[in-house]
């Protein structure tokens, strides 16, 4: 299938003051981000908060412009320079996390949904208030509910509004932080259910922004893995599921609960938190944290390499999927019921 | 001995529309080493039935209670001065947010030293070496340091172990844990749970864990209660409550789980949402959102019964599931 999204060494550096006399400090938020992402399909983006997750949304939805790298978006290259021409935002769209945050609680569902077509488009009013109404019941809401308040909504509807809003302007991109992670349980479900049926049918191509990784398991193609501004492993899902081979990823995994009693696995300890990004370490941005961690780790920067199948920036990798130490982990997250 | 015995706890707050029953006949027995969880979505209640335990409602909820006693003393008759020294001393509650939980005004020193001033005494040199012997309890790096430090100098996670070094501070025989790693990132949250049970097993503590990932209750609870609308719909050991669920709730939750969900495009669910104040329904309060719902779940409640054939555990349905199954298995 087409591609619709490459992304090509992103980076994002922010200054951060330290004081009024001090020289400022450059902040690497991300840091040689490459992707490239067909219509259709989901890339999946896991890691911690701080590991750049968000400043990569904010980036190629070209909210922010980025610092370096070069951004594709259908085929077209986007000019970090310059601010970037309406017709290309269109194209990708976004949601985001929090449902009661993201909603203008002062306009009705209607003022919402037809604010990017007034913008955007000639739509005469009667035209914008079918297209409305049609994507109110795409999304799986009554019509008849445009001229009610975001607060006459339960968080599960606001989900749906946000993405209905998202959808408005007929986008080939969409980028989710998390969008199901501020929602109960038993509404998670039918929300993800809707991402799937939307993409089946208008062909979307998705940037899941998350941290639960039973639901990256169940939804993703490809799962990119981020640590302090960096991709630390990049590949499709079922290879990283069945074989996380970056010890970062390795650990996650083993840190999420699964909800099976008797699935006790080995759990690798991590240990401290993820660098402070003003004073990164040197070497690995993992070093201080990982369990193999060799001299080697500290005097240089691992670089994504190919690695059976996927791309892992690890110095000692193959070492360290020789030895399987602590490695029951990945299979027992991946146990029966994985989709084949 | 049972460290927390509640019988038929109900709270209710005032609304411009008459009374919002919250809580509604909470049945809940902790002993010491024991671990329970209390899973629910938001709004089941979970949450305002242990800050009623706690005392800690504002003064316009309206409790009724048949019984509430915490290690042994009933508290529902007790002056509110007697009341007010067993919260931090016999029972301590850690909240979901440690960022907005702290106090932001002062050091993490000063609100550790405050518990241990009200309730163990001591001079100040013996309670600052608690404090410091707290904080490198809990896993903070260079106590001594983070000692003079502010809430906002902290990371997330290093503000919960303080807020779990401040629950602990007077050895609590109860602890209440209100989602205490919802804020946190997985790797985070394996250390603060680990954490907790290490500590629960170590000082035989009792342990209530509010919260609403099934991966952390199957992996650290002993027994469960499934909370819904403000009601108790199931309790049981958690091996059985994973195995054969017998509310039809605790089954379609669990079947929704992404992870537990057969393979293929779409996951199960369930239809509709929890009932609200205006549309709570005249008979089972799931009925309008069960699959096996029939006739008599629409007319009346189902009441809280026990299940015979096992241990210590409740149900709340007309029509429970997995009942045979159960009975195969002895």
């Not at chain 2, 550790?112 to 005494?121: A, K, M, P, S, V």
């Not at chain 2, 959102?289 to 009346?300: G, I, M, P, V």
Request: net charge neutral.
């Amino acid at each position: 299938m087409a591609e619709v999204l490459r992304a090509v060494n992103l980076q994002q550096v922010y200054a951060a003051r330290q004081g009024l006399f001090q020289k400022s400090l450059s902040v690497h938020a991300l840091n040689g981000v490459s992707f490239s992402l067909n219509a259709g399909e989901t890339l999946a983006v896991v890691g911690e908060s701080g590991c750049g997750k968000s400043t990569l949304a904010r980036a190629l939805t070209l909210i922010e412009t980025p610092s370096a790298g070069e951004l594709w978006l259908a085929g077209e290259l986007v000019d970090t320079q310059k601010k970037p021409e309406a017709a290309l935002r269109q194209r990708i769209q976004m949601v985001f996390q929090n449902p009661y945050g993201s909603l203008n609680p002062r306009k009705t569902i209607q003022q919402m949904l037809e604010e990017p077509l007034l913008l955007n488009t000639q739509l005469s009013r009667e035209q914008r208030r079918q297209a409305v109404s049609t994507m109110m019941e795409r999304v799986g809401l009554r019509p008849e509910f445009a001229e009610r308040y975001p607060h006459m909504f339960s968080g599960g509807q606001r989900q749906r509004i946000a993405i209905a809003r998202a959808l408005m302007l007929k986008p080939q991109v969409v980028v989710l932080d998390e969008p199901v992670s501020a929602l109960d349980l038993s509404v998670r479900a039918q929300i993800l259910n809707l991402l799937t049926e939307l993409q089946q049918d208008l062909g979307l191509a998705y940037v899941f922004i998350s941290h639960d990784l039973s639901v990256v398991q169940r939804i993703a193609d490809a799962v990119m893995v981020m640590y302090f501004g960096r991709a630390v492993e990049y590949a499709d899902a079922k290879t990283i599921f069945s074989h996380p081979q970056h010890p970062y990823t390795q650990a996650l995994f083993s840190a999420t609960p699964v909800a099976e009693v008797g699935e006790k696995r080995e759990r690798i300890h991590l240990q401290g938190e993820p660098p402070s990004p003003l004073h990164p370490p040197p070497g690995c941005p993992f070093g201080p944290r990982c369990a193999y961690v060799q001299a080697i780790c500290r005097q240089q920067l691992p670089h994504l390499r190919t690695l059976n199948q996927a791309w892992v920036a690890c110095v000692r990798a193959e070492a360290i999927n020789a030895s399987s130490l602590p490695n029951t982990s990945a299979k027992s997250l991946l146990h029966s019921h994985a989709p084949p | 001995m049972s460290l927390l015995t509640v019988r038929n706890l109900s709270v209710a707050f005032p609304t411009q529309n008459g009374w919002f029953q919250a809580v509604e006949g909470i049945y809940l027995e902790v002993k010491a080493g024991e671990v329970v969880a209390i899973v629910g979505e938001s709004g089941s209640g979970k949450s305002v039935a242990m800050l009623a335990v706690m005392n800690l409602l504002p003064p316009t909820a309206r409790i009724s209670c048949d019984e509430l006693k915490l290690d042994g003393q009933d508290v529902l008759t007790m002056p509110p001065k007697q009341r007010r020294q067993l919260n931090g001393g016999t029972v301590a509650m850690i909240f979901q947010e440690p960022m907005s939980s702290l106090n932001p005004c002062f050091t993490i020193g000063y609100q550790i030293d405050e518990t241990l001033r009200i309730h163990l005494g001591g001079s100040k040199k013996e309670r600052i070496e608690r404090s410091l012997h707290l904080l490198d309890l809990v896993g903070i790096p260079d106590p001594k340091r983070r000692y003079q430090a502010y809430p906002h100098q902290m990371s997330g996670g290093m503000s919960q172990r303080a807020m779990i070094a401040m629950a602990l501070a007077a050895n609590p025989k109860l602890l209440i844990a209100d989602e205490p790693t919802t804020a946190l990132d997985v790797t985070v949250q394996a250390q603060i749970l680990e954490l907790l049970l290490k500590l629960q097993q170590t000082q035989g503590m009792g342990l209530i864990l509010i919260t609403h990932d099934m991966g952390v209750v199957a992996e650290t609870a002993q027994q469960v209660v499934v909370q819904y609308a403000g009601q108790q719909v199931e309790k049981q050991q958690v091996a059985g409550l994973f195995k054969t669920p017998h509310h039809p709730y605790t089954a379609a939750l669990l079947d929704a789980l992404p992870e537990r969900a057969p393979a293929g495009d779409f996951l199960p669910t369930i239809p509709g949402i929890v009932p609200g104040q205006k549309d709570r329904p005249i008979g089972c309060l799931f009925s309008p959102r069960c699959q096996h719902a029939q006739a008599l779940c629409h007319e009346q409640q189902p009441l809280l019964q026990a299940l015979p054939s096992r241990q210590a555990a409740w149900l709340r349905c007309h029509y429970p599931l997995n009942l045979t199954t159960e009975a195969v298995d002895g």
